[in-house]
């Protein structure tokens, strides 16, 4: 997977790397990524709670929900889109410059949803300009799990990146931390206030968290690996084209390995919160809280779990998290369809909490699928590629639900493909595995 113009004097490179600069870049990585997600889980809670009844008020219960996660599913397929943007930018012009463009392009975009008058007040032109939204927000999540990822692996020392890398996958259940926890809160207040502005507070307040957001990221140094590349001339020329060319194989077990983490999120909290409301007449509140408190336990389970993917491989333990998601799957709706609330809170943390197994890994091992001149692409294509398939599984586990009459073996069925594709992913990625030379300083 080598370029054209690589030269065994390349070889001789050694880039080096710092202990403590690479603990403050990732620390800098997570902190930008977790107010990203939060940015970007807000819209995937507000498809299942406020789009389906306000922007798409003309349309039956059911048909209204579809129409709203076809939206939700729009932001996917825009963000690989993203990737090959992105992923130029980040391999040719530097990882940097690239994730301060996404930082500004998805605050500004969730902010300006909180401002978009709805159905009632505008018709038609609300959900097309929500559309949008969601399409600007989508290219920009594109290239920025990629990027961040990247930045944060390539300062890290070889034998913990494990950890580091990590650290950046914990910025998704802060994400949904937060923009659940937004959610909750506004939640309390009366229905027709939450209706009419409440909901709206949550994307609001994503622009002073841009403030925040871009102030980090502008302390973020460029990648050495990078600058390496820079140094000895051996950047891809297009690295979308040179990744689909000289590194196809490796791109489809990337998708593969991602998937779980991107799919099974969103089956397990994006389904299950409009699963549990709409079909089952759970309390939105409750549907909602049973996330959060899921996301504080992901947290832990992705710390340990990447220190664990040091010694055990980052493709092992993506194998571990996609068996034991697979075999949980029946019981996790079995417990759900009982109506009570410990039992789905317990599920819902329990589902969150295996198919973190290969989700804390997964930037550790589709890092190390690609050689440094195609990473930052090959890195956003195979996540992002995997997050276009993803977008579409709540709706698709809506209309399973439709097709069997309201019973849960269908989106049951649903996490289990899921969940045994990324299973053989990890297989084939550990043996994958390219290393990075570097010395620590």
Do not use: C
Not at 130 to 138: H, I, K, M, P
Not at 192 to 201: A, E, K, T
Not at 424 to 439: H, N
């Amino acid at each position: 997977m080598e370029s054209e113009d690589h030269t065994p004097e390349a070889d001789e490179a050694v880039p080096v790397v710092s202990g403590a600069e690479a603990g403050r870049i990732a620390r800098a990585a997570f902190v930008g990524t977790a107010l990203e997600w939060y940015d970007y889980f807000l819209f995937g809670t507000a498809s299942a709670i406020v789009f389906n009844r306000l922007f798409f008020t003309s349309l039956d219960p059911t048909a209204a929900t579809l129409a709203a996660f076809a939206t939700f599913g729009v932001g996917f397929a825009a963000r690989p889109l993203g990737a090959v943007l992105f992923g130029f930018i980040g391999d040719r012009l530097g990882r940097r410059p690239a994730l301060l463009i996404t930082i500004v392009s998805i605050g500004a975009a969730t902010g300006l949803i909180g401002v978009i008058p709805d159905f009632g007040s505008i018709g038609l032109a609300a959900p097309i300009m929500l559309a949008v939204l969601r399409l600007v927000q989508g290219l920009a999540v594109g290239g920025e799990w990629g990027g961040a990822m990247t930045i944060a692996v390539e300062h890290a020392p070889l034998e913990k990146r494990g950890r580091y890398a990590a650290l950046v996958q914990v910025g998704s259940p802060v994400g949904t931390l937060m923009s659940s926890g937004a959610f909750a809160l506004v939640l309390l207040m009366p229905s027709d206030v939450f209706d009419s502005w409440g909901w709206r507070l949550p994307f609001l307040a994503a622009f002073p968290l841009l403030l925040i957001a871009l102030y980090i990221r502008l302390q973020v140094e460029e990648s050495p690996i990078f600058r390496e590349l820079v140094k000895l001339e051996e950047r891809a020329k297009i690295p979308a084209i040179d990744v689909f060319r000289q590194a196809w194989g490796r791109l489809i077990v990337a998708i593969m390995a991602a998937f779980l983490g991107v799919g099974g999120f969103y089956i397990m909290t994006t389904f299950v919160i409009s699963y549990g409301t709409d079909t089952l007449g759970m309390d939105r509140g409750l549907m909602v809280n049973a996330t959060l408190i899921a996301a504080v336990v992901q947290i832990g389970v992705i710390l340990f779990v990447g220190r664990l993917s040091e010694r055990m491989g980052p493709g092992r333990m993506t194998v571990v998290g996609g068996v034991f998601t697979a075999v949980a799957a029946f019981p996790l709706f079995w417990l759900i369809d009982t109506r009570n609330p410990a039992a789905i809170i317990l599920a819902v943390t329990v589902g969150i909490a295996v198919l973190s197994l290969a989700y804390a890994v997964r930037g550790g091992l589709l890092t190390e699928l690609f050689p440094p001149h195609l990473r930052y692409s090959g890195v956003a294509l195979g996540y992002n590629l995997a997050g276009a398939l993803s977008g579409f599984l709540p709706m698709i586990a809506v209309a399973l639900l439709g097709a069997s009459g309201g019973a849960s073996w269908g989106p049951a069925l649903l996490l289990i493909v899921v969940a045994l594709i990324t299973a053989a992913g990890g297989y084939v990625g550990e043996g994958l595995r390219i290393k990075d030379k570097s010395i620590v300083r």
